[in-house]
């Protein structure tokens, strides 16, 4: 019988082979019970530090491992493993559970790990994902050390997908490329570490499956990365339809490869900026691979998220320095905290409101906790230095907004002149063109800031009133509307007009076919996940930018997002 199951496009490719289940052990297994009387604390104190130790070294040994296969920053996973052996909370637990309630070891690190998770669970938040499996497969690593369990690597006979409850970083990182051709998990997310794992393993992953139905290992299964899609079983014609698109995708990624490190021009020699977004440090690496051309969007609220307490100026200098620092002079546009919405904050007290998304977020609220904005923008300047910076200010929708923020920038910068920490004297300043009055008032607004840079999932939501969180409306958000390519043209002229460059760094950026409308309406920034860059650099030398400019023009009189799809997908051939 054939199943055809939708999961969560954890990473792209496709594989076809034999299927292998995983079954594995978990640190959610129920705790067996041991006699309260036969535990002898010290023993079992001295049992775990054993287990603690071994599992330090495993960990340090897969750290290295990692960080020669695959990057510092990919290693940077085990480097918080081995945080968690080492924090003397977790450890606290431990003990107090062994000396005070008399636990056994084993029961011990269990329930200390069920807790730590349940407790990042009650905080419902995806980003925390990643920190649950972290604990869950540090809790299974010490265990299988106290059993003597030990080895936890998966061993294939022959090339096979794996299929699996879930898997650990560690599980993943150990996967033998030879052997794995790709796999499939019931449980995790995109965010989580074992698919950012499988997306620097350039293995084909889909999560997030759900229960799978009880097939014989040895039976074929599609697995396709970029949709999502699982087939177990496929028929013959299924197949061979998988066989091709998997020989189009990696011929086309052979292609694309050979464009990591091309310069960004169009067949007529206009030069684009093709940037990456990234939402922290460890996105960096897949930005120099991809041979971005500088960081076109860093969303900072990522690193204001995923703890528990602000991070200090100082944090946030070595940070932004970093990433200055390490795109060696490449353009690095760092947005100011926009949080709200979609993006809150535990320990940022906002007020319950009925319409987040249209409510106290990014510069509104760092304009009400000005704090946070001084804090930050002080740590934005003192790592001027360090590259080509330029700030950019979220949702800003009326001058008096842009003019406020500018004020306390020109103060926290002449306060640090002052203290004579060295500041760049070439940094460049411009808002987000993502809500309709910033594009209606671009005019105005072009003389005061040095860029725009276009929004197209907040314009498109508030253009259309469409919740981009919402899966009823999700049709309003699909595709580029009219209505929103209206707004990026007007403010693409007044850009043009008051002399200053413009930007997207929207999804909409790395679309193979918006970018070419975006192009054709005088934009010269295009920022987009990583991964797109070397394709859309591939298709941008196949484009010339006059014709691309009449496409914008009749694109302009269409009537629906459909009806641009149509006509854009029928000339860009
Ligand atoms: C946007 O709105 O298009 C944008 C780039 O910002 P974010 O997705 O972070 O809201
Ligand atoms: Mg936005």
């Known amino acids: 019988m054939t199943y ?18 995983y079954r594995e052990q978990s640190a959610q297994r129920p705790t067996p019970r041991c006699d309260a009387a036969a535990v002898i604390p010290d023993q079992e104190w001295e049992h775990f530090s054993k287990a603690l130790e071994r599992s330090r070294e495993q960990v340090t040994l897969l750290r290295d491992k990692t960080a ?67 604990i869950e497969d540090i809790v299974s690593r010490i265990v299988q050390n106290m059993q003597g369990t030990g080895d936890e690597s998966i061993k294939l006979e ?19 490329r030879s052997m794995v051709l790709g796999f499939v998990t019931e449980g995790g997310s995109a965010v989580s570490h074992s698919s950012i794992l499988a997306r620097s393993l350039g293995l084909p992953a889909v999560v997030g499956i759900g229960p799978l139905p009880e097939i014989v290992d040895g039976a074929t299964v599609i697995v396709d990365g970029n949709s999502g899609v699982v087939i177990l079983n496929p028929d013959s014609g299924v197949l061979s339809e998988y066989e091709e698109k998997r020989k189009a995708y990696e011929a086309e990624l052979q292609l694309v490869k050979a464009f990591a490190d091309k310069p960004s021009l169009t067949k007529d020699g206009l030069k684009i900026e093709i940037a990456a977004n990234i939402g922290s440090i460890k996105d ?25 307490a602000m991070p200090s100026e100082d944090e946030q200098f070595e940070v932004y320095k970093h990433v200055l620092e390490r795109m060696k002079g490449k353009p690095v546009v760092i947005r100011t905290l926009d949080v ?14 009925t319409n987040p998304f249209l409510g106290l977020r990014a510069i509104r609220l760092c304009l009400e906790k000005e704090d946070l904005l001084r804090t930050q923008i002080r740590a934005i300047l003192r790592a001027s230095v360090f590259g080509t910076l330029r700030i950019l ?19 926290e910068e002449a306060n640090l002149k002052k203290r004579n920490v060295p500041v760049s004297e070439t940094w460049e300043l411009g808002i987000m063109i993502e809500i309709p009055s910033a594009a209606l008032l671009a005019d105005h607004f072009a003389p005061e800031v ?67 409308l975006f192009v054709g309406l005088g934009i010269t920034e295009l920022s987009m996940g990583a991964a797109s860059v070397p394709r859309i650099r591939s298709r941008l030398a196949a484009l010339v930018s006059t014709e691309a400019a009449q496409w914008a023009e ?8 459909e009806a641009i799809h149509q006509y854009i997908s029928g000339v860009i051939g």
């Open 4 to 21: 055809r199951l939708q999961g969560i496009p954890a990473s792209t490719g496709i594989a076809i082979g034999p299927l292998v289940r």
């Open 68 to 134: 020669a296969e695959l990057g510092q920053e990919k290693a940077e996973i085990f480097a918080s493993h081995l945080s968690i052996l080492k924090d003397p909370e977790f450890l606290a637990e431990v003990r107090r559970k062994v000396f005070d309630e008399q636990k056994d070891a084993v029961a011990a690190v269990r329930e200390t790990g069920l807790m730590f998770m349940e407790l990042l669970r009650q905080l419902e938040d995806e980003l925390f994902t990643g920190r649950i499996h972290d």
């Open 158 to 176: 022959q090339p096979s997908v794996l299929t699996a409850v879930d898997l650990t970083p560690s599980q993943t990182a150990q996967l033998d």
């Open 284 to 308: 960096l690496e897949g930005a120099i691979r991809n041979g971005a051309d500088g960081i076109g969007l860093f969303r900072t609220e990522f690193m204001f998220m995923d703890r528990t």
């Open 340 to 353: 709200g919405g979609d993006k809150q904050i535990p320990y940022i007290r906002l007020e319950p409101e």
């Open 393 to 411: 200010l979220p949702m800003v929708a009326t001058l008096e907004e842009l003019r406020r923020a500018k004020t306390i920038i020109i103060e």
């Open 450 to 516: 040095d860029f725009f840079s276009v929004g197209t999932n907040d314009l498109t939501q508030y253009t259309m009133a469409a919740d981009r969180m919402n899966r009823s409306v999700a049709y309003l958000n699909r595709g580029l509307s009219p209505a929103v390519l209206r707004l990026v043209d007007m403010a693409s002229r007044s850009a043009k007009a008051h002399g200053i460059w413009i930007g997207v760094c929207g999804e909409l950026a790395g679309d193979p076919e918006a970018f070419a």
């Open 554 to 561: 009749r694109a302009l009189r269409l009537e629906s997002a």
